[in-house]
């Protein structure tokens, strides 16, 4: 999987970066709520063909997409 970043918000850490594929992976598959690892607030899901993006609905806060899962 290729694993982007919006360079208009903070960037991940590592840890959280992968909080958030393993939250797109709960919501797309078990259709769960998943809190931000920085803030708490649900994260946002949307898929577009094979790529995703996973963000949180906090402008200022993380966001990380992913391609080819
Ligand atoms: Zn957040």
């Not at 931000?36 to 949307?46: A, E, H, M, Q, T």
């Amino acid at each position: 999987m290729v694993m982007t970043t919006n360079k208009m918000r903070p960037k991940p850490t590592e840890d959280e970066a992968f909080a958030l594929v393993n939250a797109a992976t709960r919501i797309s598959w078990h259709n769960e709520t998943v809190p931000c690892p920085r803030c708490g607030k649900y994260l946002n899901y949307k898929q577009l063909g094979n790529s995703f993006v996973i963000s949180c609905p906090d402008e200022n806060c993380i966001e990380v997409g992913g391609r080819g899962i």
